[in-house]
C-alpha cells in the first residue's frame, strides 16, 4: 500500500510541474516560444532552430484593480491554429496568407483577479497580448506599469533611436519621432538623454 500511495504523489508532482511549462510553435517547428511559472511569476523565452533570441523574460501587468505579475497561477490554457487569407492593394504582396499557432495562457493572482496572455506564433514572428477578463461591476481599469520585459542575450547588439527631451531643437519641436540611429551599438550602451528609446527597434542576436 505505500509503494503505491507513494507513486501516486509522483505522478500528481510530475503532472503540475507539467502544467507550469507551456510552449507553442510556429507551423514550420523552427520558432518557438516557452514560458512557465516561477515563483508566481509568469516569464517567457524564445528560441529560433534551437537557438536563443530571448531569454527568460517577464510578463504581467500592474493595475489599479490589482498586481498581475506576482503571486499567479495557473487556472487553464487553450491551443488552436489561425488561417487567415485577405487582400490589400497598397503593399508589396497583395494577398496574404498568415498561419500561425495560438497559446492562450488564463491565470489568476492572489485575490483571484484574472489574467490572459494570448501568444501567437507564425513562421516569422511572435506576437503576444494581454487580456484581462471582466470580473464582477468593475467597467474600466488603469494600467499603472508594466512588468513585460525583453531579456536579449548579452552579445546582442542594437539599431535603437533615443527618445530625446521635449521641447527642445528647431522651435522646440523635439521629440520629433526619430534621432540619429547607432549601428550595432552594444546592449548595455545607454540612451543618449536618458529617456529609454522610441520603437520600431532592431537588435541583433550575435551571427544568429
Not at 507513486?7 to 510556429?26: D, G, H, K, P, V
Not at 522651435?171 to 520629433?176: A, E, F, G, I, V
Request: aromatic share 10%.
Amino acid at each position: 500500500m505505500k509503494r503505491i500511495y507513494l507513486l501516486c504523489i509522483c505522478i500528481l508532482a510530475i503532472s503540475f510541474a507539467r502544467a507550469q511549462e507551456l510552449a507553442a510553435s510556429s507551423p514550420d517547428s523552427n520558432l518557438k516560444v516557452n514560458l512557465q511559472l516561477k515563483e508566481g511569476a509568469l516569464l517567457y523565452s524564445v528560441t529560433y532552430k534551437g537557438k536563443i533570441m530571448l531569454e527568460e523574460s517577464p510578463l504581467g501587468l500592474i493595475t489599479n484593480i490589482g498586481d498581475l505579475s506576482i503571486s499567479l497561477s495557473l487556472v487553464d490554457s487553450e491551443k488552436s491554429t489561425v488561417d487567415e487569407s485577405y487582400t490589400l492593394d497598397r503593399i508589396k504582396q497583395s494577398h496574404i496568407h498568415y498561419t500561425a499557432n495560438k497559446l492562450v495562457v488564463k491565470l489568476a493572482n492572489a485575490e483571484m483577479k484574472p489574467l490572459n496572455v494570448i501568444f501567437q506564433v507564425s513562421n516569422n514572428d511572435v506576437a503576444f497580448r494581454y487580456e484581462i477578463p471582466k470580473k464582477g461591476e468593475t467597467g474600466s481599469m488603469v494600467v499603472q506599469k508594466e512588468a513585460t520585459g525583453f531579456d536579449f542575450p548579452q552579445y546582442t547588439t542594437t539599431f535603437l533611436t533615443p527618445q530625446s527631451d521635449p521641447m527642445i531643437g528647431w522651435k522646440r519641436t523635439k521629440p520629433s519621432y526619430e534621432e540619429n540611429y547607432k549601428v550595432d551599438a552594444p546592449l548595455t550602451e545607454r540612451s543618449q538623454y536618458g529617456k529609454g528609446f522610441t520603437f520600431p527597434t532592431l537588435f541583433r542576436v550575435g551571427e544568429d
